[in-house]
Structures are given as C-alpha cells and as structure tokens.
C-alpha cells in the first residue's frame, strides 16, 4: 500500500472523508460509553430524544448554536488562510468585557446602547486576535501558542474586573458585576434563552463571509495565501494584510459571540467558566467540519450544538459525567486531524 498524493481534492471527496471521520469518531466514542457501562446505541438514542425531539432540548441546541456559529465562520475564513487561531475563547471573553463596560459605565440613549455593545465586543475580540497576528508578522511568534496563552490572560481580566473595579453593588459573596440595564439586553424568542437578533447576525456573517470567499478579489488573494504563500508573494500580494485582515475578522467575530452570551442570557459579567461552557475550543471542530466554507457552518454549528446540549441530557437521563462530551469532542478532533492523509492522498495498493 503506498499514498499518492491528490493536490486539488475535491468537494466530494472533502464530504466522504469528513462523514468517514465522523462516523469512526462515532464508533470510538460508542466504545467509550460502552466502557463507562451505558450501552452505545442508548446513548445516542437519548441525546436524540432530548435535544432534536424534544421543545426544551432544541432550544438548547439553539443556544449553544449561535455562539459556535460567530466563531465557526470566523474560525473557518482564518483556517482556510493557515492562521491557525487557537484563541477564540478569550477573543469571546474580551468581547464581553467590551460589551459589559458599555452596558455598565457608558450613558447612552436604550436604543443605540445594544448596537455600542456590538461594536465594542467586536473590536474589543478582533483587537485581542491582532496581537497574536502582528506577534506572527513582526517577530514569527507561533500564532498557535500566543493565541492560546492569551486565552488565559483573557480569564484572569475578567476574573480581576468582577472581583475588583466592576464588582456588583448587590454581589454578596458571589463574583459578578451588576446587572445590565433593561436597553442593554438582547431581546430573545419568548419562553427560551434563544436571543434571535445574534443567531440572525451569525447566519448573515455566514453567508456574507463565503461571498468574500468566493466571490470577490480580496477573497481570492485570501484563498491564494493559504494555498500557497510562496507564490501569493511572487503574484504580489500583501500578505501581511492579509493575515492581520483575517485575525480581525475572527476575532471580531468572536467578540460578538461574547456579546451575545452576556447581553442574551446572563445580563452582566460573570466567571470565565459559566460565561463560556468551552465554546471557543469546540468552534476549532466546527470550522473544521466545514472545511473552510463558512457557509457549511450553518451545518456543522448546529451538530456540535446537539452534542454539547446531549451532555447535559446523558449526564440527567444515564447519570453520566458533563465532561464525557470533551472526550467526545476531542476524538472527533483527532479523527478529523488523522483524515486530512486520507483527503490529501490517495490509498494505491500494489503487488
């Protein structure tokens, strides 16, 4: 058996090796279940019965949707330009921060507060990535390890504010900041957490973002560096600007999800770890099961939010750890890595 190498793979093949992936990664994590003593196909069975089949899970799996889908698209342009942006999760957290400085310290009339929020938490995450961005430039820092370093810098700030200069008047004990004004909150479908103007804007930035992609000169000379720096800077093309373009972008991106999660559901500034059940990490799968199409985020969004909202029905319904959803997670990461030899070459055997 010898791998030949397929430079251009196709669209199909991308789509069979990606279900390949993902059903082995299916099978593994059965076998985890099965390790654990709940039989594999129970399992899968009653995450499906209580997050698709069931009002309160799909409303669920909608919440956890909309911030995986702002860093999934943002996540998918960045992979697609081999920015390898590790740092989505205090990119979110920085978009918060924004926001809530907005929302608390800021006079305002109601109606322009929310979109001062928006703009704020978009700059606030794609400032956060341009560090990263501008470190890889000027001094060729890996982007993989600043941007995950900056993750942690990003939870001690807001570990800081809400246990210092923005600690609520009314805490208590507790580490949160006061909370937000009534026009500082995203309006949501009655009766869910489901906060619609931001799944609106994900969708939106989905589709805008495959049509710069795709469509126009700037996305070209995006494709161009990702593909193939060497020859984008033979063809001309800045890629400097490019990269720090694209960092701001994903970052930007993520901010929004940050506003998002506390403008929509919580309404003030909380622990890193209720502010965000991991979703910067989990977006690195979802832009991965994209394969660089942000519009098949609006697939692949969805499905990692099914799986995080499942880890809440199997640990009520069988008893079993919140955390085996990261074990999930993790091996369908590993499976997707491990798939790139088999999208990249061709299987041959020979005599």
Known sequence: MRLVPEPNPSRYRALWVTLGAMGVAFVI???IFWAYGVGPLEAYRTMLEGTLFDPRGLQEVLRRTIPLLLIGVGLTLA???QFFNIGAEGQLLLGAVCAAGVALFVPLLPSLTLPAMFVAGAIGGALWCWVAAWLKIRLRVNEILT???LNYVAQYVVIYLINGPWKGKDARGYIYSDQFAPGAQIPV???TNVHWPTLLLGIFL???LQFLLERTTLGYAMRVVG???GAARYAGIATSRIVLLIALITGGAAGLAGVGEIAGIHHRLIEPLQLSSGYGFTAVIVAWLARGNPAV??????LMGTILAGGDVLKVGLNM???VVDVFSGVMLLCLIASEVLLRNRVRWER
Not at 297 to 302: N, S, Y
């Open 321 to 323: 750890p919140f955390r």
């Open 206 to 208: 989905a589709l805008a």
């Open 227 to 229: 593909e193939n720096p």
């Open 189 to 191: 479908i009655p009766g």
């Open 297 to 302: 985020v609006l697939l692949t969004a969805p």
């Open 147 to 149: 941007t995950l370093m």
């Open 29 to 31: 994590a059965g076998g």
């Open 79 to 81: 992979f697609r330009t």
